[in-house]
């Protein structure tokens, strides 16, 4: 019995091994979760093996979880009884139909929709459930979950246990030692999550009319990079204006985790929440559990007292509620004069700027704005229980001198700014020093490439990773800053040398210009798309939101800046958005004019402008209409204005003969089909179907206009291996190491015939199609599908016939695949059968 287990475990190893190259060759290039889990499988480097404790190495396991036992319990301990309270009233609060809308009784698509919410292979929590299975099994077991779920929004608490959790630890730094050096984060039970999840989808909806725009996370609509993009301008614009301010950056000391819950209720009825909804809350609050995992192994329980939990789906929307109350306090304090912020043209002032808990003031270089903020801060510390934390806070003078701001800093002990600083992962300040951090993401590129084997992978692997990976790593930085010439050619060449697979210290032939492979299939490339389209397309994101009066702060604080009107906006300074302006019209000299594809929807025609916008037809009707467009008094008159009186109420003058006359003939003309109604006025793109302005169209048609063209466009088959694909785009171009094409690159060969029949040379055709090896393989392949073999002699001849015969479209997708894939197997049979040698760049062909 024992020899036949033996052989039946020998056998389905051998079957499971068989499966895997199965998996391989089906998914092994294509762009899935299996792709991706053998590239970036590699070993945890997050085991603990010592901590220091009182002073001493430790490496006993136990001993460890007591220390971070001790650690986390005294973190989350209960918080003193005396606080301050809130005592004003908050302008913005929530309707009864909104308050009842947030209790409305949960029903069970709303349970499941929450389940389908949630990510399949999250770290599950003590009840060891992953959403995955839910999903898989909801049929049996969504009756149960369902309950459960129920029983909270009923009683509101948590059955037993559910409430539990699992604490994570990761490495705040590298090769950390202290238990201070690890961030703790959540794993809670999917029946927690649930809740939660179904909580934060009921908030998401309200939660926009609640937050002030100075916070741009965790809210619809909103955008990350406001706030670096912001402060660089207002430092640009204080360095021209001779402006003392003042920039702090606070830092709160574990932000999430010293939240208090009595002031958090008190936040949520400030704002208007009901009881039920408070409850509900609370419940999710009370009686939080967790056991820290070291190493895999969980320690004893301890209970939570405060702190929200970095994990929970809820935890982001509480929080920026927590700091509302903040913005609030801060806006008093500047309405009442007491706290003065940067004071912009256009009676636009800004004091403050959230993301989450990264918060900075700005204001006035004085010393009464500095009391301001530091009494504001303790105050806020003693009601919600969030302390900064002034060693890691910073603080930049502009227009001050460095004794004057080191001076100050060291008043509230913090510590100084360089003319530079990170805010939100982006170098704001100092236009040099964004080099360094252009040399850092291609520092970064390098990096990402060294973790992968570039011989271990086939030609369709690597277009995989570029396309999903590598093409995804910059963007961050390229959504807000253009990058220099030097940098996109340095970053194209990294793409380049890993697509040929060349390493960085090695040269080849590529066979194929890079700019062929970067155009769009349609154009004949393989559709990767270069940096350039990329950072040029997420620029003029902001020039869109601009035209389009998005009514951000960004775009309040821009047209304060510059005016109302981007084409009166200077190109001369050295500011951001002036640079994004400069681009904006290069591209406009390169053939691509962005407004052209900007246009207004009628509606009411109230806030669109009758001559400068585009909203009929595809021209401003100050280009097409110039003579009448001098003649008017009011530039900026509305369209409901102008087309609810005289066209003609408005000019200085009425028009005089010839062409004058004959401009106002055709404007009344062209007006006589338009209609005003009761709706709002829309902004559209009509580069995309829907209207929305959308980075990837953009993209692709700065591609198109840039990037050369074929004239024949890339056949794919997805039916095949993407390497498959590749060698048929290659050959299509000849662009193989044929015999022939060696020659003609100089390369010294013995003989440029077939190493096959040796009569004829070869080249792609003769390879594919000529050669009595081709005509054998086409011949089979032909008889297995019944068809009538042919003696091509190209591609467009194979291409003829293979239009011409009558199968379905997916038999022939079938056909056309097996087709290539043997045009492939026969190519490498002959690479194989007779060497080749492998020819690198010789001094010669350098020469």
């Known amino acids: 019995m024992k020899n036949k287990l033996l052989n039946i475990n020998e056998i389905e190893a051998k079957e499971n091994f068989q499966k895997s190259k199965v998996s391989w060759a089906i998914e092994g290039d294509e762009n899935t979760k299996f792709f991706h889990g053998i590239i970036n499988k590699r070993r945890s480097h997050l085991a603990v093996r010592g901590i220091f404790v009182d002073g001493f190495w430790c490496t006993d396991p136990d001993k ?8 986390f319990e005294a973190r989350f301990k209960k918080p003193v009884p005396y606080r301050f309270k809130i005592n004003f009233q908050f302008p913005k609060k929530l309707i009864q139909s909104q308050v009842d809308d947030l209790e409305r009784e949960v029903s069970r698509e709303e349970i499941k929709a929450a389940v389908w919410n949630c990510g399949e292979n999250k770290s599950p929590g003590p009840d060891g459930y992953t959403f995955e299975f839910l999903k898989k099994y909801w049929a049996v077991i969504g009756p149960d979950i369902s309950e ?11 059955p037993k246990g559910c409430n539990s959790s699992f604490i994570t630890l990761i490495p705040k730094v590298l090769d950390a030692k202290l238990v201070s050096e690890f961030r703790p984060i959540c794993l809670i039970g999917c029946v927690y999550k649930i809740v939660t999840k179904i909580l934060a989808n009921r908030l998401m909806e309200v939660i926009s009319k609640l937050i002030s725009d100075t916070k741009s996370a965790f809210v619809a609509g909103r955008q990350i990079l406001d706030g670096p993009f912001i402060l660089d301008e207002l430092i640009h614009w204080c360095k021209r204006r001779n402006k003392q301010a003042m920039f702090f950056k606070v830092d709160f000391a574990k932000a999430y985790d010293s939240i208090r819950w009595d002031y958090l ?19 999710s609050l009370n009686s939080s559990k967790a056991s820290i995992l070291v190493n895999g192994s969980p320690s004893n329980e301890f209970t939570f007292h405060c702190g929200l939990k970095q994990g929970d789906p809820l935890a982001p929307y509480l929080f920026i509620l927590v700091m509302e109350s903040l913005h609030l306090s801060i806006r008093r304090m500047v309405d009442n004069g007491l706290y003065k912020g940067i004071q912009l043209p256009g009676a636009v002032s800004i004091s403050h700027m959230f993301y989450a808990d990264d918060v900075m003031f700005l204001g006035e270089w004085s010393d009464e704005n500095f009391k301001v903020i530091v009494n504001i801060l303790k105050c806020f510390f003693i009601a919600s229980g969030l302390r900064i934390n002034f060693s890691k806070s910073q603080l930049l003078g502009v227009g001050v001198s460095n004794e004057v701001v080191k001076l100050a800093a060291a008043s509230i002990g913090c ?5 530079k600083f990170c805010y939100l992962g982006v170098t704001v300040g100092d236009r040099m020093s964004r080099v360094k951090a252009w040399e850092n993401v291609i520092v970064k590129l390098r990096s990402r490439l060294s973790k992968w084997k570039t011989k271990t992978l086939s030609i369709g692997g690597r277009l995989t990773l570029l396309k999903s990976v590598l093409g995804a790593s910059p963007i961050y930085t390229m959504s807000i800053y253009k990058v220099p010439y030097g940098v996109l050619k340095a970053m194209e060449s990294i793409r380049s040398r890993f697509f040929n697979g060349m390493n960085q210290d090695e040269s080849k032939i590529t066979w194929i210009a890079w700019n062929k492979v970067l155009a769009s299939k349609k154009r004949g490339g393989l559709g990767v798309s270069s940096f350039f389209a990329l950072n040029r397309a997420l620029l003029l994101k902001w020039v869109w939101r601009f035209i389009s009066h998005d009514g951000s702060l960004w775009s309040r604080v821009i047209r304060a800046l510059y005016g109302h009107y981007i084409d009166n906006h200077t190109k001369s300074l050295s500011s951001n958005w002036c640079a994004i302006v400069r681009e904006f019209h290069s591209l406009k000299d ?16 109230i806030d669109t402008s009758f001559w400068l916008d585009i909203w009929i037809e595809d021209m401003a009707l100050r280009f097409r209409f110039p ?6 008094v009011d530039k900026g008159i509305s369209v409901a204005e102008k087309l609810n009186s005289s066209v003609t109420l408005s000019f200085r003058r009425e028009p005089r003969g010839g062409i004058e006359t004959q401009q106002l003939h055709d404007m009344v003309a062209l007006l006589d089909s338009t209609i005003l109604s009761i709706s709002r006025d829309r902004w ?5 179907g829907d209207g929305e302005f959308r980075v990837k169209e953009l993209r692709s048609n700065i591609d198109d206009k840039l990037l050369p063209f074929h004239s024949e466009a890339t056949r794919w088959v997805n039916l095949v291996p993407i390497k498959v694909n590749i060698f048929v785009w290659r050959a299509r171009r000849d662009c193989l190491p044929t015999r022939a094409n060696l020659v003609h690159r100089g390369i010294d060969i013995e003989s440029s015939n077939c190493p096959i029949c040796l009569d004829h040379e070869e080249n792609i055709v003769h390879v594919l199609f000529s050669c009595n090896l081709a005509q054998c393989v086409l011949r089979k392949v032909c008889c297995w599908w019944d068809l009538v ?12 016939w293979f239009t011409s015969i009558r199968l379905t479209s997916k038999s022939k997708l079938l056909l056309e695949g097996l087709g290539e894939n043997a045009e492939q197997k026969q190519y490498e049979l002959e690479e194989s059968k007779f060497t080749r040698c492998e020819f690198s760049c010789s001094k010669r062909f350098q020469e």
């Open 64 to 71: 460890i979880k007591k220390a971070f036992l001790n650690h």
């Open 148 to 158: 459960a779920v129920d029983y909270f929004f009923v009683k509101g608490t948590f």
């Open 265 to 283: 209720l008190d936040v949520l009825e400030a704002f208007g929440f009901g009881p039920v909804w408070r409850s509900w809350i609370l419940g």
């Open 415 to 419: 510590s100084i700014m360089e003319k």
């Open 590 to 605: 390169k053939g691509f004019d962005l407004l052209s594809h900007c246009k207004k929807r009628i509606g009411n025609g």
């Open 627 to 632: 003579r009448l467009f001098a003649l008017e």
């Open 684 to 688: 559209y793109f009509d580069l995309s």
């Open 789 to 800: 073999p042919q003696n091509w002699l190209s591609f467009s001849e194979w291409q003829e």
